[in-house]
């Protein structure tokens, strides 16, 4: 079994002309005269082009690689008995009784409604373009947003003195759209990369948008370098390399400006240089962040190798950061090399069992414990709860990075289909108006009021999405009669494969709760043995007091 499918993706708009070979994925046949519709073939034409998903900036993608053990390996644990965090009556511990709301920060904790929050939108086209419905819904639903890289950087209109930035009009609007609608829980986060740390994004970050939360940035889990964005003229690739960043081909190479010009290849590519981590450097960073005034520091961390994570836990623990957001291999992005994001890096199931087993390590020496995140492919309610139950007590939030935009982009497309009148027939029998369509817009129009016109339909959608998953969750939760966050633990989940509970220690399934099983089935009829053994002491102590008295 091949748990990859190399050579034709519809994420690279490749196929093949016959069934594959499956180690190498070229057709079995490889025809001489075949125009060459596989990734080889194509590359053959295009090179470096067809490295990334298609079309570039106007999608997400996932990897299609289908890991050995992954969350679906594991189920929820329900039971009949009892309940945690309320009492056990039938009238009170129901589902809506259920506590989602959860907690993130050192010092001073950072409240949110909700123990999920969106990816980072960087400055792909497709994150500008999303950033104000997505932002919206965050504020509004109590959770946090992430600003991932190069904004500032990327902005056209943005103003540098000596390098640094002064002035951006795209960062402004990304946070001041939060905070228009912020209502107190949660917050926003701003991603800095080696490129923004040069242009001093933190520092106007903090000091001129009132950013409370920053976050360096050591990679994620779909790539193992920088970020990349196109840039479809010449002026913006000479703008981009006169910002310090790495241009592909050379913009001011005249070859390379003839071949542009007449339409050779279409897009420049910008690249982000590799961060270059090391201990001292992480708490010298720690520190400068903190007397700028950054209010909470959190640390995002990607699915590099087992050492690199010990040291993103040991680093987080000792400067007693507020957040470390770890994530794993096969999440969704639209920027990173295809191959790449099928084949590198740790998955989720595999990297959450190694922080599970490093922050163990540290709890045992009474270290601080800094509040974790997990993403990577995660995007339902049972994905929420298992993925805080194969880490817990140390999990506090999951990031749904590509879930929540997908619920973005359709909530705003089916707005502008309602606009347009063409509301296709399998969205039309709901109705024709967003408040037919959409089953919480009532709900928000009533609440909000006259402020409900400038809610966009992307956010009306992510909110609706996300209230399925917090009524999925809280269902789930009342199922393992767990009625509050802090309950969940790692005996919720069963492996339902040997080879799953090698990965993560979760007890294999035909081996859970065999003792306890065994008790019950010890026990006699009418009252187990623990009655039975009571009545025979009962009764050889009558028996001795009558040998007494006889003796006597």
Not at 72 to 86: D, E, L, P, R, W
Not at 280 to 285: A, L, M, P, T
């Amino acid at each position: 079994m091949s748990y990859s499918k190399p050579n034709a993706s519809p994420a690279t708009m490749s196929r093949n002309r016959v069934a594959a070979a499956p180690q190498s994925g070229i057709c079995a046949t490889c025809l001489d005269g075949c125009p060459g519709p596989c990734e080889v073939g194509r590359s053959a034409l295009r090179g470096r082009e067809v490295l990334y998903p298609q079309p570039y900036s106007k999608i997400t993608a996932g990897a299609e690689k289908d890991y050995p053990v992954d969350l679906s390996h594991f189920n929820i644990q329900g039971t009949c008995v009892g309940a945690v965090g309320v009492s056990a009556d039938s009238d009170r511990a129901t589902f809506p009784a259920v506590d989602i709301s959860t907690t993130v920060g050192a010092k001073e904790k950072i409240k949110m409604k909700v123990p999920y929050f969106t990816g980072a939108l960087g400055s792909t086209d497709i994150a500008r373009i999303h950033w104000e419905p997505m932002a919206i819904a965050a504020a509004l639903s109590g959770t946090l947003v992430v600003v991932g890289e190069n904004v500032c950087g990327m902005d056209p209109q943005a103003e540098f003195k000596n390098g640094r930035v002064v002035r951006s009009p795209e960062m402004e609007r990304r946070v001041k759209t939060f905070q228009r609608w912020h209502n107190g829980y949660g917050g926003i986060i701003v991603q800095y990369n080696v490129e923004d740390g040069r242009l001093g994004v933190p520092e106007y970050a903090v000091e001129k948008l009132g950013v409370e939360i920053i976050e360096p940035k050591w990679g994620q889990g779909a790539k193992d370098i920088g970020g990349e964005v196109k840039l479809p003229t010449l002026e913006r690739a000479l703008q981009l390399k006169s910002r310090g960043y790495i241009v592909l081909p050379d913009p001011e190479d005249p070859v390379i400006q003839e071949a542009f010009q007449q339409g050779d290849f279409k897009e420049f590519e910008r690249h982000s240089r590799l961060g270059m981590v090391t201990e001292d450097g992480f708490h010298q960073e720690v520190e400068r962040l903190r007397r700028i005034g950054t209010k909470h520091i959190s640390l995002k961390t990607g699915a590099y190798r087992p050492v690199d994570l010990a040291r993103a836990v040991k680093y987080a623990s000792d400067a007693k950061i507020d957040l470390l957001t770890v994530d794993g291999a096969g999440g969704g992005t639209g920027m990173s090399p295809w191959r790449m994001m099928n084949e590198w890096g740790i998955p989720t199931v595999y990297l959450e069992s190694l922080l599970y087993q490093y922050l163990k390590q540290l709890e045992k020496k009474k270290a601080y414990i800094p509040c974790c995140a997990m993403a990577g492919g995660l995007s339902l309610e049972d994905h929420i709860f298992k993925a805080i139950a194969l880490a817990a007590p140390y999990i506090k939030a999951i990031c749904l990075g590509r879930a929540s935009m997908t619920a973005a982009m359709v909530g705003g497309t089916i707005g502008e289909m309602i606009k347009r009148g063409k509301v296709p027939p399998e969205i039309g029998k709901y109705g024709m108006d967003v408040e037919h369509i959409f089953i919480l817009a009532s709900q928000l129009k009533a609440k909000y009021g006259k402020d409900f016109e400038q809610i966009p339909t992307g956010a009306i959608g992510m909110i609706t999405y996300f209230d399925r998953l917090n009524a999925g969750l809280q269902q789930l939760m009342a199922g393992a009669r767990k009625f509050a966050l802090k309950h969940i633990s790692r005996d919720d989940l069963v492996s339902l494969t040997r080879e799953a509970t090698d990965v993560s220690g979760i007890s294999y399934v035909m081996d859970t709760d065999k003792k306890e099983a065994g008790k019950i089935l010890g026990q006699s009829a009418g009252g187990g043995n623990g009655r039975a053994r009571q009545t025979q002491s009962k009764r050889k102590g009558a028996i001795l007091k009558e040998k007494e008295m006889v003796l006597a």
